[in-house]
């Protein structure tokens, strides 16, 4: 059966956008499907298509995209991570959300419900660091990590991450308890799973689904744990534990390709009524 078109819907452009907007709307192109990522100016006109709103919305754009015979879908990205209900939701066909507890607590009923990983970033790509020493890095904003530069044995980088990532065979994330550990996407998985690392981080609720529960490498996110764990990752490093993390990571470079998520995209457009 034949897509619909589908436009991507954003509000401003940062790396969600990227990742849930641009990236896509390629990717389907390269499919044969007629997608692009848009701006709500750009929606005039546009009739009996697939509109995908990243992360948020306005209800005037939504009324009249449903008047045109449009089908309306939220991808949900992080947001549930700092708000406690969905704006509009009522008004969307189907969510698209990036983990299963997501789906679990914000589900709408009589809307298509769908679960949609984060691929990695094409840009990203395997380690150069190789085996000979364990060199870890943390790659992400400084805000969103509270022990940014205190933890001994890591190198912390806030841009660049395609470039500095490749002299790292171990990356760190470390979620804070509560929504963050919850509801927040899978992207730091993804991303070391991309650059064929290893992980050291927090059993937070992403992380295990991809991961397993017997992944290696977790630790408990107190500075005790992390020094605990940043010492099992040296002790282990290049042997059977460290080459066992390593073939969870290539299962979650493949689960997280993008020819495995847009696989999933189409999926979920299908089921749209």
């Known amino acids: ?14 790396g969600s956008t990227v990742m849930g907007a641009d990236q896509i709307a390629a990717g389907l192109r390269e499919r044969g499907v007629d997608a692009r990522s848009v701006y709500p100016v750009d929606l005039a006109g546009v009739r009996d298509a697939i509109l995908v ?14 008047a045109r015979r449009n089908r309306t879908v939220l991808d949900v990205q992080d947001t ?19 983990n299963r507890r997501q789906l679990q607590d914000f589900a709408q009923p009589g809307a298509v419900n769908g679960l949609i990983y984060h691929q990695w970033d094409p840009r990203y790509r395997p380690n150069e660091a190789g085996d000979r020493e364990l060199r870890i890095g943390y790659f992400g904003l400084q805000r969103s990590l509270p022990q940014w530069g205190e933890i001994p044995g890591v190198a ?6 395609f470039r500095h990532a490749l002299a ?16 927040k996407p ?11 690392a290893n992980l050291i981080t927090t059993r937070d609720e992403s992380t ?10 977790y630790v408990d996110g107190t500075p005790a744990g992390i020094a605990a764990g940043l010492d099992a990752a040296r002790a282990a490093f290049g042997g059977p534990e460290w080459r066992r993390g390593l073939e969870r990571m290539r299962a979650v470079r493949e689960r997280t390709a993008m020819e ?3 696989d999933d995209y189409l999926d979920f457009f299908r089921a749209l009524p």
């Open 53 to 66: 709103f990243i992360k948020t919305s306005q209800v005037h754009h939504l009324l009249l995209a449903r």
């Open 80 to 98: 549930v991570v700092f708000k406690r209900r969905i704006k509009n939701r009522r008004l969307f066909d189907g969510l698209i959300f990036k």
């Open 168 to 183: 790292f065979n171990c990356h760190l994330s470390l979620r804070e308890p509560g929504r963050e550990f919850l509801y």
């Open 260 to 262: 495995r998520i847009l």
């Open 208 to 217: 295990v689904e991809l991961l397993g529960e017997d992944y290696p490498f």
């Open 156 to 161: 912390f980088f806030g841009g660049d991450y």
């Open 1 to 14: 059966m034949k897509t619909r078109p589908v436009f991507f819907v954003k509000y401003y452009d940062k």
């Open 186 to 196: 899978n992207c730091k998985v993804s991303t070391a799973a991309a650059c064929l």
